[in-house]
């Protein structure tokens, strides 16, 4: 089955609320993960990675939260934007890999004024 | 991070024709990575472009159907062959920095007829 998978294809929050985007791993293996803000007509766009041996990290406004016991990851948006209207889309790096990605469907997120 | 550039940023084609994708980074990278991102669907890595040897390629993709070049540590080339409307997609090139981290170029979307 798909090692990476998100819950919510789609999520709409109001302008200023908080905004929590979830994806499920299978692989407990996974050492590295990345979040990428995807907009429309354009390439993704780095937003904030964390590693396995962490369990949380935090950016400008984001935080990716990591739970290895369920293989769950989180991103957090603190006070949503409209200009964070966009595809989010998880990915994950089997440790021994070599560099390869495997990405989640993606979740849209809608931020209405 | 890299600068990332890809020619051209879009394209319609006849089927049974071939495009060539290219990508110009403008910084030296060892690892170029190239990815299909089929509509409304997620990422899809095609193969990993190593420069001086050949690509290599994952399951589900062949080089005579994607052959890839890599002549130096600053360019890559994508091309898209005997195509049909299957191959309509957006077609991504990213690059892997230091920490492991990929950035992706605004990718090339492709419309076959």
């Known amino acids: 089955g798909e090692s990476v998978g998100l819950h919510l294809p789609t999520l709409s929050v109001q302008e200023g609320d908080n905004s929590i985007i979830n994806c499920a791993y299978s692989?407990?293996?996974?050492?590295?993960f990345i979040w990428y803000k995807q907009e429309s007509g354009k390439g993704p766009q780095f937003i904030i990675d964390i590693r396995s041996n962490m369990d949380k990290r935090q950016g400008q406004r984001v935080t990716v939260l990591l739970n290895k016991t369920v293989k769950h990851l989180s991103l957090q948006i603190a006070a949503t934007q409209p200009g964070d209207s966009a595809v989010y889309f998880c990915?994950?790096?089997?440790?021994?890999?070599?560099?390869?990605?495997?990405f989640g469907k993606g979740t849209l997120l809608t931020v209405n004024p | 991070s890299a600068v990332i550039s890809q020619k051209p940023s879009r394209d319609i084609c006849q089927r049974g024709t071939s495009l060539t994708i290219q990508c110009q980074v403008d910084?030296?990278?060892?690892?170029m990575f190239w990815y299909r991102q089929q509509p409304g669907q997620s990422l899809t890595l095609i193969a990993t472009?190593?420069?001086?040897?050949?690509?290599?390629?994952e399951s589900g993709f062949v080089i005579d159907k994607f052959p890839i070049s890599r002549p130096n540590l600053t360019f890559s080339t994508l091309t898209v062959s005997n195509m049909s409307p299957e191959d309509s997609s957006i077609y991504l090139c990213?690059?892997?920095?230091?920490?492991?981290?990929?950035?992706f170029g605004p990718g090339t979307r492709l419309t076959v007829l």
């Open positions: 990915a994950e790096r089997l440790q021994g890999s070599n560099y390869k990605l495997t």
């Open positions: 692989n407990s293996a996974s050492d590295y």
């Open positions: 472009a190593n420069q001086g040897s050949e690509a290599t390629y």
């Open positions: 910084s030296q990278v060892t690892m």
């Open positions: 990213s690059v892997e920095e230091a920490q492991n981290t990929q950035y």
